[in-house]
């Protein structure tokens, strides 16, 4: 290098330095200077069927919620349970995973997947010394994203009515890279969801987007219609979501998921697999079953409700905290509000459904590496928002305990959005601190 050109090259070093300095003070500002004021206090505002129902529909929800209640065993022959866990099972109850702020919603504080009442203490205690499961929880499912299925936690091995089973857990410290964690998703409002035309769906992929954000829709495999239940959009129905969800998350048989599904894609020997006959869940005596019971929980359960102020955060700063939100760009994915088609159940027919989000799936930088449907392995649902006041465990795996955490997390289609929260992008979106305190206390009030 010549003399002459020295002090040019450390010019533009020195300059690339102190833009680089810039935007890291600037990044490192605005994870500083805006805080979570944490989980909302009160009333859940959460838990209680939608309004407008019909004695039948009323009477189908308490049902349901029974049956979301209930717990299992492998025979039911421990107190209080019904036959039919196993062989491989994350939990022994819907409404364990689906707990906070209330039942319906998403994994509680207190992990229940460590209590010995679920599984034989030597499983638990090695998913603990792995850290796939803590104390402090959250509620976990794990996949291995070499072939993208569930590998469930637990095995009946070691529990009353399993005497000739030994099957292991699965390889879990020999999997290393490859596992995957996902929390259980909130299904408050999950009827108003459902009752969305997929039309309504296209026309938010079909929109123009600003921010570099795209977006599209997950379909069906068969028939091609909009699937949209999901970390990844990838179930069509409540129904399809509530049969799968009691066979790969409790391993319980039914009509629409009739076989116990090993590991690995293998069948566990008949000693595990054929303890109680199958399909273990059906209609009986004229009464339902668990799946549609589940679903009618689902279907008629009503959305969160947002408060106007809470602690002290006012209205005012809740207003301008959604004013943020719109400013910035998150309303290009987090969409306010959808409307419901013309449903058979008045309750869910013409309805606003401010769930704050599009039903796509978008890469936002905290892919899995796990594709289903059309979702790839770096796409997810973008997450509805409503209930976010009181929620403990945040993104897919429950990785960011902070809306901060969560937000800074974002990225991919995000990313232009994310400079703009930091205070770093366009002068027209960019958020000062107190626009960015009053978006966090905004995300609390929903």
């Not at 039942?103 to 638990?124: D, F, K, M, W």
């Not at 964690?181 to 009827?191: A, E, N, V």
């Not at 509530?242 to 008949?270: C, H, K, M, W």
Request: proline fraction near 7%.
């Amino acid at each position: 290098m010549s003399l002459a050109k020295a002090p040019v090259t450390m010019t533009v070093r020195a300059i690339a330095a102190g833009v680089f300095a810039v935007a890291f003070f600037a990044i490192a500002l605005a994870q500083s200077d805006a805080t979570d004021p944490g989980p909302r206090g009160g009333p859940p505002g959460a838990g209680a069927k939608i309004a407008g129902l019909t004695g039948i529909e009323s009477d189908s929800f308490d049902q349901g919620l029974e049956s979301f209640n209930e717990i299992a065993s492998v025979t039911g022959s421990v107190p209080d349970t019904e036959a039919g866990l196993g062989p491989r099972f994350n939990l022994n109850s819907c409404a364990g995973c689906h707990a906070h702020p209330d039942v319906g919603g998403t994994s509680p504080a207190a992990n229940p997947q460590t209590s010995e009442s679920v599984a034989p203490l030597p499983q638990i205690n090695a998913l603990l010394n792995l850290g796939i499961i803590r104390l402090d929880g959250p509620v976990r499912e794990v996949r291995f994203s070499n072939d993208g299925g569930v590998h469930d936690l637990f095995t009946i091995t070691g529990l009353e009515g399993a005497e000739g089973c030994t099957i292991l857990q699965p390889d879990f410290a020999g999997a290393g890279g490859q596992l995957r964690f996902r929390i259980p998703t909130p299904l408050f409002g999950g009827g108003l969801i459902e009752a969305i035309e997929d039309a309504a769906i296209l026309a938010n992929e079909a929109a123009s987007k600003p921010n570099g954000i795209s977006g599209r829709a997950n379909r069906n495999g068969n028939d091609g219609t909009v699937t949209r239940f999901g970390w990844k959009a990838q179930n069509k129905s409540l129904t399809i979501f509530s049969g799968e969800a009691y066979n790969v998350e409790q391993g319980i048989t039914n009509e629409l998921f009739p076989d116990e599904r090993g590991e690995g894609g293998v069948p566990d020997p008949p000693a595990c697999r054929q303890i109680v006959p199958g399909p273990q869940d059906r209609p009986s005596g004229g009464e339902p079953d668990d799946v549609n019971n589940f679903a009618n929980f689902m279907r008629f359960l009503a959305p969160p409700e947002p408060v106007s102020a809470y602690g002290s955060v006012t209205t005012a700063q809740i207003a301008m905290g959604f004013d943020a939100f719109k400013k910035v760009g998150c309303d290009g994915c987090h969409k306010p509000s959808m409307t419901t088609g013309n449903h058979l159940s008045e309750a869910l027919r013409y309805k606003a459904v401010n769930l704050f989000s599009d039903l796509l799936v978008h890469d936002v930088g905290t892919g899995d590496d796990i594709a289903q449907g059309l979702a790839n392995g770096a796409q997810f649902r973008t997450a509805p928002l409503w209930g976010l006041g009181q929620r403990l465990f945040f993104m897919h795996d429950g990785s960011a305990l902070n809306l901060v955490d969560a937000i800074n997390a974002h990225g991919g289609e995000a990313a232009t959005v994310i400079r703009s929260y930091r205070g770093i992008g366009n002068p027209s979106n960019r958020l000062t601190a107190t626009e960015r305190q009053n978006l966090l206390n905004f995300l609390r009030s929903l």
